[in-house]
């Protein structure tokens, strides 16, 4: 599957980097440079309130930072979705459909009441040009769609399994796939 902004990446049983084990990561921009996602599935315990305080009350529950990935872990970057697709606010930016990123340095007040949902993830994954591709080849990683609702879930700790669960053919049938086939 072609790499694009809005799909998903689902970590494979194959891939043991630490960092990505059973995770799922929403691709926000797809280049001939490289590709930037974030981990939909790793919320830390620091409230968005506690460093971001603006924020606090336009973020979704849980109301906490979630662990975007190991690049720029210092930083932060929003995702959110649109309430009207034809009125977008300052400081919004189209990933997919309706589903963007917001500037954290736009006064909050220029985005009341624009945003149905959003998340804050303190740093991102990233990958260099042709790096990712590697990976999905090597079979780290399964590309499937993305839907909206994927990055603003309630539980993300069952995003991965649901995920999987919703997909066609033989893929669902991985969900329960163990990392050495030969050990079952």
């Excluded at 490289?34 to 971001?52: E, I, M, T």
Aim: aromatic share 6%; no cysteine.
């Amino acid at each position: 599957m072609q790499l694009a902004a809005g799909m998903l990446l689902v970590a494979t049983p194959a891939l043991q980097d630490p960092n990505f084990v059973d995770t799922v990561v929403l691709l926000l921009d797809v280049t001939d440079e490289g590709v930037l996602g974030v981990v939909l599935n790793r919320p830390s315990q620091v409230l968005v309130a506690d460093v971001l305080e603006p924020w606090s009350e336009v973020v979704n529950a849980p109301e906490v930072l979630f662990r975007g990935g190991p690049v720029g872990t210092d930083g932060a970057l929003a995702v959110a979705r649109l309430r009207d697709p034809g009125d977008p606010p300052v400081g919004w930016r189209q990933v997919a459909g309706l589903m963007g990123i917001v500037d954290l340095d736009t006064p909050t007040e220029l985005i009341d009441g624009s945003l149905s949902a959003m998340r804050v993830f303190a740093g991102y994954a990233g990958w260099g040009a042709g790096q990712l591709e590697g990976e999905v080849e090597e079979g780290s990683w399964y590309v499937v769609g993305g839907e909206v609702s994927d990055a603003f879930r309630d539980d993300p700790a069952v995003l991965r399994r649901d995920v999987m669960r919703r997909q066609p053919g033989m893929l669902a049938w991985h969900l329960n796939r163990p990392v050495d086939p030969d050990l079952n």
